[in-house]
């Protein structure tokens, strides 16, 4: 029906149009001279052709426009004329609603009545219609014409059936951030005391009895989960340990230095048993796949290297990055590898052929730190310019976290949505992964007798029950936190409101 009331109005505007070209004279020397039959017709088929084009080819129909008096003739032109101004009424249906005494539209409409038409239907959504019923269904484009297939928010407009007030025109709404999930906030309930210089990196063991950190001082120490005692110091590199992790498949702990070592310990025997040799500069960090007997290690020296645990081979040398690669996460599902660099961008490996998948070039500082959610399809990276969210397996672009404002060494997430940030300068930031809503904030204060310069969070660590969290700090020492249970959504409300969402892809 709306497309009929269109050609209609189409039909009546090409028609006056004619009528008024046909009175018309072409001055000539000064003189209007009267058109001939001959120029007068080559210049209607022009007129058609440019102006009514898109819409010519729109088929008449009769059996819809059931009108009130005598059958109208057809002009000279063979185009049908329409009554003007007799008094008949008509009712038309637009998008689905009749037009009612207050928005009758006449046959010949005066110059105020026809702004109200155009007020009514846009030109742009005439045409939009239009070329719908194109034969073919391939999308039509008036020739000049600007590209209008980006909507605006007053392009529609509302109208209730069977109702008889005006029609309204309504504003699309900005997308706002939703309500963000109540979470608790932690709180610090133990320091652990024990190395003699920063502590670079933190891992649990799948047990959940013990943990394990890696230190300036060249050690590896081992610590009860419960107690916060020292169990067990393991040396044998001669460089800070920047990297630990323990192995779900087997009784392995494996470590990393700026020593360029790789270390595969037995913690049966509290020994080395295996050396991965390969790297030209410090190793940075290293990480174990969850399904295979895989490590993989990232270094200063622009690479990211692949393992077999058992045979010590080197798999595949990551080569990409333009400078350090500072983080890896493995994973089963693809792209099985992600790396971080100091050059600023993230890379999604093909395990299989050693290369990469897609480079994201967002981040416009370096990247140190990434974390995989646990239960999403999603990742985040961390760097001084903001924490950005993503989407596997292209990396899609989801939201930007602002307002850690540092340069953040360190991401952990948890099942229920909980994102830490850990800073060079002591800050730590609590999220919620959703929504990107930074619930807490926390700087602890330095151990006594250091320096406050040495506040600084290397990294952090949710345990197995994901109750407590663990941060490596600068000042020598392991934090330990938990949920404040006192804490309700009462005594500790989400201070929110629904602001406007800003999702600048840089």
Not at 23 to 38: C, S
Not at 86 to 109: C, H, S, W
Not at 479 to 495: G, I, L, M
Request: charged share 20%; with cysteine; glycine share 6%.
């Amino acid at each position: 029906m709306v497309e009929e009331v269109q050609k209609h109005s189409v039909h009546t505007l090409v028609f006056r149009s004619l009528k008024r070209t046909h009175d018309m004279f072409v001055a000539d020397n000064g003189k209007p001279v009267p058109l001939d039959e001959e120029s007068h017709k080559r210049k209607m088929a022009i007129k058609l052709r440019n102006e009514y084009g898109p819409v010519l080819h729109m088929p008449t129909s009769k059996e819809n426009f059931k009108e009130k008096g005598p059958q109208n003739a057809a002009d000279s032109y063979g185009h049908k004329q329409y009554p003007a101004n007799q008094g008949q009424e008509v009712e038309y249906l637009v998008t689905g609603v009749a037009l009612t005494a207050d928005t009758k539209i006449q046959r010949m409409p005066s110059e105020s009545a026809a702004q109200s038409l155009a007020v009514a239907l846009p030109s742009s959504q005439a045409r939009a219609d239009a070329n719908r019923t194109a034969p073919g269904g391939s999308e039509y484009r008036h020739p000049g014409a600007p590209d209008r297939s980006q909507p605006t928010a007053m392009n529609s407009i509302v109208m209730e059936a069977g109702n008889t007030k005006n029609s309204a025109l309504m504003a699309k709404k900005a997308p706002t951030m939703p309500k963000p999930q109540w979470h608790p906030p932690w709180k610090l309930y133990r320091v652990i005391s024990g190395h003699l210089g920063w502590v670079r990196c933190i891992a649990v063991e799948p047990g959940n009895q013990w943990f394990v950190t890696g230190s300036a001082d060249r050690t590896i120490k081992i610590w009860d989960l419960a107690s916060g005692k020292l169990k067990l110091s393991l040396t044998g590199h001669i460089s800070t340990v920047r990297g630990v992790i323990v192995s779900t498949r087997s009784p392995y702990l494996f470590s990393c230095g700026e020593d360029k070592q790789v270390k595969c310990w037995d913690l049966e025997y509290n020994k080395v048993i295996r050396h991965y040799h390969g790297h030209l500069s410090a190793v940075y960090g290293l990480d174990l796949h969850p399904t295979i007997d895989v490590l993989v290690t990232c270094s200063r020296d622009s690479t990211a290297r692949i393992w077999d645990v058992r045979t010590k081979a080197s798999v595949h040398t990551l080569s990409g990055h333009t400078n350090a690669v500072a983080t890896v996460r493995c994973q089963a599902a693809e792209p099985q590898i992600i790396t971080g660099s100091h050059d600023t961008t993230i890379r999604l490996w093909d395990l299989v052929a050693g290369k990469t998948r897609v480079t994201l070039t967002n981040h416009k500082k370096s990247v140190r730190a990434v974390v995989l959610h646990p239960r999403h399809y999603t990742f985040a990276s961390g760097s001084p310019d903001n924490i950005k969210q993503w989407k596997f397996p292209d990396g899609s672009f989801i939201q930007n976290l602002s307002g850690h404002n540092a340069i953040i060494n360190t991401l952990t997430v948890n099942s229920d949505g909980v994102l830490v940030s850990g800073a060079d300068n002591g800050t730590m930031h609590l999220w919620d992964w959703r929504t990107g809503y930074n619930f807490q904030r926390v700087h602890a204060a330095v151990q006594p007798g250091s320096l406050d310069s040495e506040s600084g969070i290397f990294a952090c660590a949710f345990d197995q029950s994901e109750s407590r969290l663990l941060t490596a700090e600068a000042d020598k020492t392991i934090k330990v936190y938990r949920e404040d249970d006192t804490a309700t959504e009462e005594t500790h409300p989400v201070s929110w409101k629904p602001e406007i969402i800003k999702r600048k892809r840089f």
